[in-house]
């Protein structure tokens, strides 16, 4: 049986596959790694507690030694672990500076010392930076705006850097923006969806005409498993759905879901640095993996908002005044 470890497993994308690939993967035992910060929630996976091959380690990947030892005897790695939330960037880089850039280090090292037989990196679209018109490539040059997607460009390249020195295997995704259950409320749309259940308004950073593209966090899931299969080593490959609308029509169409009036959305001052519109081209993954999303747009939209309707037990323990601010990067993290 092969042994499988995840970084950052108790977090949204990390939970969201440590369950697909054991519904989908017989012979793969999965040890999750997750120092249990501020993005994750251990209730995510209460229901693999018993199952016989998962295992939850309670680690920080930023320490050397930890990272060393989770990773003897592992096959494979999936690499979720990450500080990801830009308003908290920029408020408090630092434990981006350590979650980002000396985890990710460590683990390369601990990869290399294991001898794993793949590691796939999960990054982010935000490492190119704004687009105003056409969509990025992976031979795009690196652009990153805030402190969140600096930390990832820097461990982008690291990753390349240890597979063109030390041969190691790995394969990278830069994946656009993901939505579904199990996500954090601080992130866009379970926010919308949780203020708008608390009878709070809508706030969109300066009038909300950001553009970004978005993705089911499960389509990811099944590019993250393609990738794992048949990725080719030392490649990057840019994930992305097409879903491509501003904030505030993805606003518009969640407070349709549930029915709430559109005069429910204020304008509030924007954020520092915010990148105006992202867009990446995922015709490689498309041609090389013979990847796509399966998802359309809406019905999605319908299934994260019945999930968070259905689960207020799940989200209500993170929903802070803090996490729910209207501009949390003036909160103090």
């Known amino acids: 049986m092969d042994n499988m470890v995840i970084t950052g497993g108790l977090g949204f994308i990390g939970s969201n596959f440590v369950h697909h690939f054991l519904q989908t993967r017989e012979e793969t035992a999965i040890t999750n790694v997750d120092y249990e910060g501020l993005g994750s929630n251990p209730t995510s996976m ?3 507690r018993n199952k016989k091959r998962y295992k939850f380690v309670r680690a920080n990947m930023a320490n050397s030694r930890a990272s060393r030892a989770v990773l003897k005897g592992a096959d494979f790695v999936v690499h979720f672990a990450a500080e990801t939330h830009v308003d908290r960037s920029i408020a408090n880089p630092r434990p981006f500076l350590e979650s980002n850039l000396a985890a990710t280090f460590n683990l390369l090292e601990a990869c290399r010392m294991n001898r794993v037989k793949k590691l796939v990196h999960i990054s982010t679209d935000e490492v190119y930076g704004s687009i105003s018109v056409g969509s990025f490539g992976e031979s795009s040059p690196l652009s990153p705006a805030s402190p969140y997607s600096s930390t990832k460009a820097g461990a982008d390249l690291m990753v390349q850097a240890w597979n063109r020195t030390y041969n190691l295997p790995v394969v990278t995704l830069r994946c656009t923006n993901n939505f579904g259950p199990f996500q954090h409320p601080e992130k866009f749309i379970p926010k919308i969806i949780i203020r708008s259940i608390m009878g709070q308004n809508v ?22 498993e393609t990738a794992l299969e048949i990725g080719k080593h030392g490649e990057v490959y ?11 029509e993805v606003a ?25 519109r992202y867009s990446i081209s995922s015709e490689k993954a498309s041609n090389e993996l013979n990847w796509r999303p399966k998802h359309k747009f809406d019905e999605a ?4 908002t019945k999930w968070y309707l259905a689960n207020p037990a799940w989200w209500k323990p993170l929903a802070t005044r803090k996490v729910l601010s209207p501009t949390p990067w003036k909160e103090h993290w």
Request: some cysteine.
């Open 46 to 48: 209460a229901d693999l």
């Open 238 to 248: 840019n994930i992305s759905a097409g879903n491509e609308f501003s904030n505030r």
């Open 301 to 304: 939209v319908a299934l994260t």
């Open 203 to 224: 706030p969109l950073y300066g009038g909300g005409e950001q553009v970004r593209d978005w993705i089911y966090v499960l389509d990811f899931c099944t590019a993250i």
């Open 252 to 276: 518009e169409r969640l407070l349709k879901q549930l029915g709430k009036p559109m005069d429910n959305i204020v304008t509030v001052e924007d954020r520092p640095g915010h990148d105006s």
